[in-house]
């Protein structure tokens, strides 16, 4: 949209100073070029949520004088699609990852799409806090799984099952980097040792815990 062999760019400059409501022409034209326009779902994706921009033509049609009301309805459908399914389905690593990724005016620009796409819709919570609490999901769940790891190799590296276990946290770790967060569950083989070994993390920098465990675990052999 800052292409300025785009007749569009020029005729929503014109727009910034001369009001298309009160110029029939200037309205017609405007509204001619954005018939034109075709956004397909990956586009309005990237636009609105991986690289956001005032420069883009999804935040053109939001919030520039297109005067095409198909298109704008349109493209706020395709948002709510994608909010929709961040809602229902969840949020994956990768996407928080873009999430934090973004630049402080790319950040602008997103929470002022999705706003938008907020408001129209009357949804509640804003996007932004749809990201946080996945964010926050994911890392009370990294620490459970780091924590069942930490105490098989700590306390039950001799058990006949270890290598059983320790390859479904690794599976558990790797669904969290590639599947919505919120459908990632602990192993059910290892969720009668999640809260055991939650507690024992609490002794896992403590000095005096470890010189007492450990040469008893050597005497004992257990």
Not at 15 to 30: A, E, W
Not at 38 to 52: A, D, G
Not at 98 to 110: A, L, N, R
Not at 128 to 155: C, G, H, N, P
Request: charged share 25%; glycine share 2%; hydrophobic share 35%.
């Amino acid at each position: 949209m800052e292409d300025q062999t785009n007749p569009l760019y020029h005729l929503l400059q014109l727009s910034k100073t001369i009001d298309p409501t009160n110029n029939p022409l200037l309205r017609d034209l405007i509204t001619a070029c954005a018939k034109l326009i075709r956004l397909n779902n990956e586009e309005i994706r990237y636009e609105s949520f991986t690289h956001p921009s005032k420069k883009s033509c999804t935040y053109a049609v939001l919030f520039d004088r297109l005067n095409d009301i198909s298109l704008f309805q349109g493209t706020l459908n395709q948002l709510d699609c994608f909010w929709n399914s961040w809602s229902h389905i969840g949020l994956t690593r990768d996407d928080i990852d873009k999430w934090k990724g973004h630049t402080s005016e790319e950040q602008i620009v997103f929470n002022k799409i999705w706003e938008k796409v907020r408001i129209h819709f009357r949804k509640g919570e804003t996007v932004d806090t749809l990201f946080k609490q996945a964010d926050q999901e994911y890392s009370e769940k990294t620490i459970v799984q780091q924590s069942m790891v930490s105490a098989l190799r700590f306390y039950c590296d001799k058990a006949v099952d270890y290598s059983d276990a320790m390859n479904s946290l690794r599976n558990m770790l790797n669904e969290l980097d590639e599947k919505p967060i919120r459908s990632v569950k602990t192993p059910k083989a290892l969720q009668d040792i999640q809260s055991i070994a939650l507690k024992l993390s609490l002794f896992s920098e403590s000095q005096v815990w470890i010189n007492y465990y450990k040469p008893s675990f050597f005497r004992t052999g257990k």
